[in-house]
């Protein structure tokens, strides 16, 4: 069971380049989570889906995007990247009374 | 506004000894809270949880404890092992429109067991 699986684990990119981050989970969980954590704080949610095709914002959605357009997968985009936005990202969907998280993306803003 | 606030940002003991984490809130209508462990380079994985409707939840050697009147929970870790080194945050849950659980976390305190 692979439970939430994203990519890349690490990138690097250029200010003003675009990149989107993979997520799939193959719980059949209909919700799904994008989180960032900033170095020294909690994890902040960007965005949340309830289910394929239904997305909303969460704490700290601007300058992303995403979409959901079957179950299992919730990609997030970042299409002007800055540097506010080098962070580690994680990814989770919610089963019963918990949540499961993927391993984490690296990203960093030059 | 910091709705989960874990107030100790670091705690070292012994092996052996009990490890006790603590958690403060301040939204009254989170109902569901949970603690997970982080090692480094890794996500966050579960840890154990409990509903607003207990004041205690067990789970071998981890317990969790609820205090609604003052917004307060804590994690104990009995006996503490070198294992248990890592990064533990406190999450909180309320109902939201759709039936979501939007979860907000504290900012995490780093356990050191020292053999």
């Known amino acids: 069971n692979a439970g939430v699986t994203q990519t890349p684990k690490f990138r690097i990119l250029k200010i003003g380049q675009s990149m989107t981050l993979q997520c799939t989970q193959d719980?059949?969980?209909?919700?799904m989570y994008w989180y960032r954590q900033d170095p020294g704080m909690g994890l902040k949610l960007i965005y949340y889906?309830?289910?394929?095709?239904?997305?909303d914002k969460g704490e700290v959605p601007n300058g992303y995007n995403v979409s959901r357009s079957t179950t299992e997968d919730f990609p997030l985009r970042l299409e002007l990247a800055a540097p506010s936005q080098t962070s580690v990202y994680f990814c989770?969907?919610?089963?019963?009374?918990?949540?499961?998280f993927g391993e984490g993306s690296w990203l960093t803003v030059v | 506004d910091q709705q989960v606030k874990q107030n100790s940002p670091s705690l070292s003991v012994q092996e052996g000894r009990i490890s006790i984490l603590n958690c403060d809130y301040t939204?009254?209508?989170?109902?569901?809270f949970l603690w997970y462990k982080k090692y480094p380079a890794e996500g966050p994985t579960f840890l154990i949880s409990?509903?607003?409707?207990?004041d205690k939840n067990e789970d071998g050697r981890f317990t969790v404890f609820l205090n609604k009147s003052a917004k307060h929970l804590s994690l104990h870790i009995v006996p503490s092992q070198p294992g248990d080194s890592a990064v533990y945050f406190c999450?909180?849950?309320?109902?939201?429109?759709?039936?979501?659980?939007?979860?907000?976390f504290g900012k995490g305190t780093k356990l050191t067991v020292n053999p």
């Open positions: 939204n009254s209508m989170f109902d569901y």
């Open positions: 889906s309830v289910g394929a095709g239904i997305t």
């Open positions: 999450a909180a849950s309320a109902p939201t429109q759709g039936g979501s659980e939007k979860l907000v």
């Open positions: 719980m059949n969980h209909n919700y």
């Open positions: 989770a969907s919610t089963g019963r009374n918990t949540i499961y």
């Open positions: 409990i509903s607003s409707i207990k």
